[in-house]
């Protein structure tokens, strides 16, 4: 079924449900957002227990069945990386599988993610800018939106939501004043 599947498939908003690592149980320690507008993308992590932002990365991706490949334009970390994941669906869920080199160490994983919200290619919009001083990059798909952006040593990352007329900000990470305004 992978092979069918089409980049416009994953449009929408993703919530994990949970992550497995080294084949060990699957748990879930943080929210975690997935925003795919068209081949923009935007993620966004947080610790339930004390939230405090974990990452946020944001930019394209790019479908090559059964892989997509993430390009980091903006990540909390750093910019410039990319991750690879297998995606497949079963039973209604987005199944990622892939692996992350940590300190040398090849880790693999597994992410089960949940459809929050689906969307079409006119219900996103996504505005990004990269020039030597800032990377910014703000995905809206439909009700929901990521925004985030890294000047110089200084990263600020937000995530809101369109409720009742009005942008509410659910999480945010630096000062998000810089947002703007979504087109709703």
Request: net charge negative; with cysteine; proline share 2%.
């Amino acid at each position: 079924m992978s092979s069918e599947l089409t980049q416009a498939d994953f449009i929408g908003v993703w919530r994990r449900e949970s992550l497995s690592i080294k084949g060990q149980e699957p748990f879930e320690n943080e929210n975690v957002f997935w925003l795919h507008a068209g081949k923009h993308f935007a993620d966004i992590r947080w610790s339930i227990e004390t939230g405090e932002i974990t990452s946020a990365f944001a930019g394209v991706a790019s479908w090559n069945a059964p892989e997509m490949k993430f390009q980091h334009d903006v990540d909390s970390s750093r910019v410039g990386s990319e991750d690879v994941g297998v995606l497949s669906f079963r039973d209604g869920k987005l199944i990622e599988q892939g692996e992350a080199v940590l300190e040398n160490d090849i880790i693999p994983f597994e992410e089960i993610w949940l459809p929050v919200a689906g969307a079409t290619g006119d219900d996103c919009s996504v505005d990004f800018l990269r020039d030597d001083k800032t990377h910014r990059y703000v995905v809206r798909v439909g009700a929901y939106a990521i925004g985030m952006r890294r000047e110089g040593d200084v990263f600020s990352a937000g995530f809101w939501q369109f409720l009742e007329g009005v942008w509410n900000l659910e999480f945010s990470f630096g000062d998000v004043s810089w947002r703007g305004s979504f087109d709703a």
